[in-house]
């Protein structure tokens, strides 16, 4: 655990994959926010409802899914959110460049409506159209 974080968890991950107890996830895909961008970390949270939101912004057309999952590795708070955004870890974010390991699968967390992942997709895209808006990878 990085030297800075005190959250023993639970942590989880949110995508559309379809994946199994036991599987590991790692870096080395596209961005959600930058799609020509190979992130270097994978990211989760200690908020379900956090993980959800990455689950409903994820691309692809798989089911949302939050995975419950445990660090294999060292981790740091994510600084695209910690401090850049929000003083101190309020969305209790965190990024490794080890692997996550699923250890469970939660269903019960509140999902976006429509119209949430909507105002989501549009801030996202403000996001992307922003050549000054840097993601710390």
């Not at 996202?124 to 990878?137: C, G, K, P, Q, S």
Request: aromatic share 8%; glycine share 8%.
């Amino acid at each position: 655990m990085g030297t800075d974080v005190l959250d023993e968890g639970p942590f989880y991950h949110g995508t559309k994959a379809d994946l199994q107890v036991g599987d590991l996830l790692t870096a080395g895909f596209e961005s959600n926010y930058k799609p020509e961008l190979i992130m270097n970390h994978i990211y989760f949270t200690a908020l379900a409802n956090g993980a959800g939101l990455a689950a409903a912004l994820a691309k692809g057309d798989g089911c949302e899914r939050v995975y419950i999952v445990e660090p294999m590795g060292c981790f740091e708070n994510d600084p695209n959110v910690t401090d850049k955004k929000f003083p101190g870890n309020p969305t209790r974010s965190y990024r490794s460049r080890e692997p996550l390991k699923i250890v469970g699968e939660l269903t019960d967390w509140v999902r976006q409506t429509p119209e949430e992942r909507q105002k989501w997709r549009e801030r996202l895209a403000v996001i992307r159209a922003d050549l000054n808006a840097e993601i710390i990878n």
